[in-house]
């Protein structure tokens, strides 16, 4: 067994070094398909993670006299150690060398959606639980007028499909699954799929006959409306001056439901101050992620953790 997965480990990093010279980031995975490296905070104390240097993170202790800290901003890779799931994807040989070094019971990789040059966009259909995910995508493509374009297409091991297609520079597609029907679910920025050649608990990935010499297609228009997030009301969060390219990062963070909105105002910051409009886009964004229930004070926090990412200043 030993050898075996051994032999898994250099045939996945064998593939994921492969997968990495045609432009994919990628990540060691275990068998589970989850990332093979342990977060190096998941059993830190709360105030040796990243985030603000003074203060409590929790409620409840060490009140101060404007309130308790807001709890630290989720580490996406800023401690410089691996572990942070998709946000350590790379491109770099020698990174991707080190990752799997780490995790030398790694038997798969992933491939980071919605980053360039290729911004990945996932279409998982899936066959559990007697669903027809495929059926639905053609009853999709028949009610809004698109034909899915010859592709790259991974077969997973239950027998459903990833077809992988790619996104424009100014749309970012959220992950959900089942919203466009039962059974299809959508890989988009920050997450990732399951690469061919790939071996977990159920079996390998493998990528479907005639596709393997394919480049990812672009994302039909109809179908890209249909993965956008569905817009909202106007609101006082609204700020034309900032452009369409700091509209659609504001947007982003306006569709956060709970458990996700720290993630994506960071997320949103980041491309923020690297699109160069990080401090226009400040006080945007703070006004966003507290429509979606964040306090002033977590959104300042975690939008001063982006531009340290970045190397900027807040």
Request: charge should be positive.
């Amino acid at each position: 067994m030993a050898t075996t997965d051994r032999q898994a480990t250099t045939l996945a990093l064998a593939h994921a070094l492969s997968a990495a010279e045609r432009g994919l980031s990628v990540i060691p995975l275990s068998r589970t398909k989850l990332p093979a490296l342990r977060s190096p905070h998941r059993s830190a104390p709360a105030d040796a993670r990243p985030g603000p240097p003074s203060g409590p993170t929790h409620r409840g202790t060490r009140p101060l006299p404007d309130g308790p800290e807001p709890p630290a901003p989720p580490c996406h890779g800023e401690c410089g150690r691996p572990g942070h799931g998709v946000y350590d994807a790379t491109t770099d040989p020698a990174r991707i060398r080190e990752l799997f070094a780490a995790a030398p019971w790694a038997t798969g990789y992933g491939i980071a959606c919605g980053l360039p040059p290729h911004r990945l966009i996932g279409v998982d259909l899936d066959v559990k639980s007697g669903t027809d995910a495929t059926g639905a995508l053609r009853e999709l493509a028949l009610r809004h007028l698109f034909t899915i374009p010859p592709t790259v297409v991974v077969l997973t091991p239950s027998g459903g499909r990833h077809v992988w297609l790619t996104g424009p520079p100014d749309a970012v597609i959220p992950n959900s699954a089942g919203r466009l029907a039962p059974g299809i679910d959508i890989r988009g920025a920050g997450g990732y799929l399951v690469g061919p050649g790939s071996r977990t608990d159920h079996g390998v990935y493998a990528t479907a006959p005639g596709t393997a010499h394919l480049v990812p297609a672009p994302c039909p228009p109809s179908l890209l409306r249909l993965l956008l997030p569905p817009p909202r009301a106007p609101h006082p969060a609204t700020h034309p001056s900032v452009g369409n390219r700091g509209q659609g990062l504001v947007q982003f963070v306006l569709a956060a439901h709970e458990g996700q909105r720290n993630t994506r105002l960071f997320w949103a910051a980041c491309r923020a101050y690297e699109n160069g409009i990080g401090r226009a886009l400040r006080a945007p964004l703070i006004d966003a992620a507290v429509h979606t229930g964040l306090t002033e004070r977590e959104a300042r926090a975690t939008i001063a953790s982006a531009a340290r990412m970045t190397g900027h200043r807040a």
